[in-house]
């Protein structure tokens, strides 16, 4: 639904030169892949059909062949230890709240068994026999489940705040959960019979940890954490010997592990790491031995990794600047890959568009920044777009990104920066943007600026800013903290005040916020000041606001108040509402209309000098 647009009443700007088409879209990304347990199939996300869905491919065969799960997106699936089923995470009209289903691998018997009501349910995996789900459900409170597939028994293993089931141990005697806010979470260990709970390791009073599975035996846990070095490295604990610290299994001075994934029969351990900048490297870490072997990456940016149960498959969702995500196949007694889909890689997207430059700058305090630059064809300078990732503990990595190919196609230099508060950089990087540490986040966006034009990248007056979720909220901020610094913006499902953002978001999303932004009560004047809504007068640029309908992340109110506010101040601006979706944009029609409508406002707006209308 389209509310309000409006060109600028005293410029006008000329169409660029030299543009050429965007990269054509592919028919199709795949990721999240679920082998089944002898390896020999191989189910998997799609949105080939219009939206996510699973589709079901041998691993032989040269057609894939999609499974009825209904209208709604699929966010997650996995296939039981037993082979009978498949469960998936289904996102209800695109929104935050998530419901689990299952059904038979040939599309049977498909029926919800988690995320009733307002609740929402996240798959931590099975039992290792059988097929009992590991779930959390969560609402106001969250509860640890085992569920059933097959009969639908529940069986509630912990209630609390801040809780997410992570593993169960074999016999069921001990659950693994993980507990706290967004950067400062721990594991505890519950007794499932007495509901007694301990740390799993103490307290360093810094970091992070958010991995961890039990040992075929239940004898250990793994964990992936950052709490005793700057670089997340993977640990493991031994629940016989409590009093002994945490052995340190694999890590690097150079990189951070971004995941790690043990086989079920505890042979081995698949690691991802997160190079600087982002980009990708695979190991196989032998648990016996604790010799780690490399593994060619298939793409320059990895995620997805998991095991058939047998162990004798390790499937990977693969992906670069012009690569769309594709699942790979690797053997882990060799390291030999292979692509799922026969007719992967390159040729899927014709021009393969242009891949990107790792940059290095420096923010105004001198905090070390980098960023990934993409330039348009022939000389610079050119017009520019400064691109802000969300979380804001996500990271900018060399993906694959229509959006930016079509800025690029149509002149416009993008770059997309790191700034603090990134992951990827360490525990402290992570956490420099924390509470009053996000005035720093701000600055460093004007930074980007004045190195993109000192540099001879950027145009002064042509320079533009666009983002989504966090980043949405980082475009409203710098406009309204620097003005006259950019020329345009786009903020897509962006917070442009925290009083409204606290009240009107999903209480498990508030909870774990306090960490990263405040407390809204004990913060509140902090809060206040960093809202964009209390400096909006400042704000005198074109403005795009794009938002999902069913948004309960960051409710669409959000940016509705601004294009409220500035529609009374009449400044020009959009706002684009997308039925159907929610804060993630899930439907390839809805999706493409983002990228449409920001590539118009940013062209019309920044890609040729301004002349002034007499």
């Known amino acids: 639904m389209s509310v309000r647009t409006e060109v600028p009443r005293t410029a006008r700007r000329a169409r660029p030169v030299g543009h050429r088409p965007a990269p054509p879209l592919p028919p199709g990304e795949d990721h999240a892949p679920a082998p089944s347990p002898d390896g020999r199939r191989v189910a998997f996300l799609s949105d080939r059909a219009g939206a996510p869905g699973v589709w079901v491919r041998d691993v032989d065969a040269a057609e894939a062949v999609a499974l009825p799960t209904g209208d709604d997106p699929v966010l997650a699936l996995s296939w039981s230890p037993d082979g009978q089923w498949l469960a998936c995470v289904v996102a209800p009209g695109g929104a935050p709240r998530t419901e689990l289903w299952v059904l038979r691998p040939d599309g049977s018997r498909r029926r919800q068994v988690a995320g009733f009501g307002r609740g929402s349910a996240a798959l931590a995996g099975w039992l290792p026999e059988g097929a009992v789900l590991m779930i959390t459900e969560t609402d106001e409170h969250a509860r640890a489940v085992l569920v059933d597939a097959g009969t639908g028994h529940r069986r509630v293993l912990a209630e609390g705040d801040l809780l997410t089931l992570l593993d169960v141990a074999p016999d069921v005697g001990i659950a693994l959960l993980r507990r706290g806010p967004r950067n400062a979470r721990w594991l505890e260990l519950l007794d499932v019979a007495t509901g007694v709970r301990r740390r799993l390791f103490p307290d360093t009073g810094q970091g992070s940890t958010d991995q961890g599975w039990f040992g075929p035996d239940g004898t250990s846990v793994l964990a992936r954490t950052d709490a005793f070095s700057e670089l997340a490295a993977l640990l493991r604990v031994d629940l016989t010997r409590p009093e002994q610290p945490p052995t340190r299994l694999a890590g690097r001075p150079d990189a951070e592990l971004e995941q790690a994934v043990p086989s079920a029969d505890g042979r081995r351990v698949a690691l991802l790491w997160n190079t600087y900048g982002g980009r990708s490297e695979m190991s196989l870490l032998d648990l016996a031995s604790g010799v780690q072997r490399a593994v060619v990456a298939p793409g320059e940016v ?49 021009d393969g568009g242009v891949a990107p430059h790792l940059v290095d700058l420096r923010a105004r305090d001198g905090l070390p920044l980098s960023g990934w ?20 503990e996500a990271q900018e990595r060399p993906c694959y990104n229509p959006l930016f190919q079509a800025l690029v196609a149509q002149g416009i230099a993008v770059f997309a920066p790191n700034v603090r508060g990134s992951s990827g950089f360490g525990r402290s990087f992570v956490a420099a943007d924390n509470l009053a540490g996000r005035y720093g986040a701000i600055a460093d966006v ?8 000192d540099s001879g990248v950027a145009r002064p007056g042509q320079l533009g800013c666009l983002g989504r979720s966090y980043g949405g909220y980082l475009v409203l901020a710098v406009l309204v903290n620097f003005p006259g610094l950019f020329a345009a913006g786009v903020a897509e499902c962006g917070i442009s005040d925290f009083h409204t953002f606290y009240a009107g978001t999903e209480p498990w999303i508030a909870a774990a916020a306090v960490s990263k932004y405040g407390d809204p009560q004990r913060d509140a004047e902090l809060l206040r000041d960093l809202s964009p809504m209390t400096h909006l007068d400042r704000l005198d640029v074109p403005v795009m606001l794009i938002h999902g309908a069913n948004d309960t992340n960051v409710p669409a109110g959000e940016s509705a108040q601004v294009a409220q506010a500035l529609a009374a101040r009449d400044v020009p601006h959009g706002h684009l509402v997308l039925a159907g979706e929610g804060h993630d944009f899930l439907k390839r029609a809805n999706a493409e209309a983002a990228r449409t409508a920001t590539t118009a406002w940013l062209t019309r707006h920044l890609a040729a000098a301004t002349t002034t209308v007499g």
């Not at 012009?322 to 997207?349: M, N, S």
């Not at 610079?380 to 969300?390: E, M, R």
């Not at 004007?446 to 993109?452: E, G, K, S, T, V």
């Open 446 to 453: 004007a930074a980007c600026a004045d190195f993109l034009v």
């Open 373 to 392: 630059l993409y330039r348009p064809v022939g000389p610079g300078p050119w017009p520019t777009a400064i691109s802000l990732h969300g979380g804001p």
């Open 302 to 350: 990895l995620d997805d990794a998991v095991f058939a149960a047998d162990g004798d498959l390790l499937c990977v969702t693969a992906q670069g600047p012009v690569q769309p995500r594709e699942v790979w196949l690797v053997d882990p007694t060799c390291g030999a890959l292979r692509p799922l889909r026969p007719d992967t890689g390159v040729a899927r997207t014709g």
